[in-house]
């Protein structure tokens, strides 16, 4: 079969958002020719995980990327620390920490440094970097099957704008297709850890008001604690436009139908302390956090990253950092495969050390949101 394959590529990948895109770019960098189909018809529109560590800005600088970033991000170049506060009115509340590097001990160990860029303005940067490195990325393209053999896997993927299907041989395929993995599940690789924290609503939305509420308070989040209308607010351009997670219980047999408009904008009012704020809802996505590791990495010539292979909760942005962190440590190994210079022994390394990484960040992870009081999250027995 894999003779007659419409495409033969060293590299498959499944899945476009950030550890997808940055899997193609360090693979690109790394000149390993490779696909990479995504369902989705572009990059993500909603302002997601934001917070991007100094680790993970130290390899897109590598990559080249990293003043590209720093230009994507600088309308938030200025915001530091996290507050937590039943109302922003006045200047009640507390900073839980006000500076990511007080003193500036890092600097002193990296020539980069954190970055505050939403997952809606970066993945665009990844994804002109990849294709600049020779990416062939497709979105609105899904992989519909596969099978692996001793010397390589066959993939049958959907063009779904042409309704069309057409055949992939590859030598490996790189699955960093969410917490849900089509390709986990097809593999039959089980998962451990505490399972579901919580759910929220994410809300993006336009206040020309706020901005004077919030006054010259340059944070990163903001915890709302009304014990009425707690949520998390975070700005996107410290102007107008905003975001709010508010707390989602679908255990309580909550339904997402239940957050309309009306609902949310008194709810933010609560939240913030201001009766008549202008809230102008503009996007509205739910999300679960868990805490979950694979029990496995991959299988054969198949490997997980990202979101695929761990579920962290988003308190402290572990979770795609530790997915970019995922893919580079994947990327170079396949290169080195590819290429003839290391045997395909090296390719096992990638579970024995990333693995840990995403069972000890997790927990960690897990811990924040408690210390945090994260809205919605209440800790299971033995969290924290």
């Not at 499944?14 to 895109?21: D, F, P, R, T």
Request: hydrophobic share 40%.
């Amino acid at each position: 079969m894999h003779q007659e394959a419409d495409h033969r590529v060293p590299v498959l990948i499944v899945g476009g958002s950030l550890v997808g895109l940055s899997t193609s770019l360090f693979l690109g960098r790394l000149g390993v020719p490779h696909l990479l189909v995504e369902r989705h018809s572009d990059t993500s529109v909603h302002p997601r995980g934001r917070g991007n560590n100094v680790r993970t800005m130290e390899l897109y600088r590598v990559a080249g990327i990293e003043p590209d970033i720093k230009q994507a991000a600088a309308l938030l170049a200025g915001n530091h620390g996290i507050l937590q506060t039943p109302t922003l009115v006045g200047d009640a509340g507390e900073w839980l920490f006000k500076h990511i590097d007080p003193g500036g001990g890092l600097a002193r160990f990296s020539p980069t440094g954190w970055c505050l860029c939403s997952q809606n303005d970066l993945e665009p940067v990844l994804l002109k970097g990849a294709r600049a490195l020779g990416g062939d990325v497709r979105f609105s393209h899904e992989l519909e099957s596969f099978e692996q053999d001793a010397d390589g896997v066959t993939a049958v993927v959907l063009d779904r704008t042409r309704d069309e299907r057409f055949t992939v041989r590859a030598d490996y395929l790189v699955a960093a297709d969410g917490p849900r993995s089509p390709v986990r599940r097809r593999l039959g690789i089980g998962h451990s850890g505490p399972g579901d924290l919580f759910a929220n609503v994410s809300v993006t939305f336009r206040s020309k008001l706020l901005a004077d509420v919030v006054g010259d308070r340059r944070f990163i989040c903001c915890y709302l604690t009304d014990p009425e209308a707690d949520g998390a607010l975070l700005p996107i351009d410290n102007e107008e436009h905003w975001v709010f997670h508010a707390p989602w219980h679908p255990e309580r047999g909550e339904t997402l139908e239940e957050f309309t408009d009306d609902r949310l904008q008194r709810h933010i009012r609560r939240a913030v302390g201001v009766p008549d704020l202008d809230v102008e809802i503009t996007g509205k996505a739910s999300w679960r956090a868990a805490e979950r590791v694979a029990d496995r990495y991959g299988d054969g010539r198949v490997f997980l990253a990202g979101d695929s292979a761990h579920e962290m909760s988003p308190t402290g942005a572990f979770g795609s950092n530790t997915g970019i962190q995922d893919a580079h440590n994947l990327a170079w190994k396949l290169a080195a495969v590819l290429a003839g210079w290391a045997g395909p022994g090296l390719l096992a390394t990638y579970e024995t050390e990333r693995r840990p990484v995403a069972v000890a960040t997790s927990a960690r992870a897990s811990a924040r949101s408690v210390e945090h009081s994260h809205p919605g999250f209440a800790p299971a027995p033995g969290i924290g």
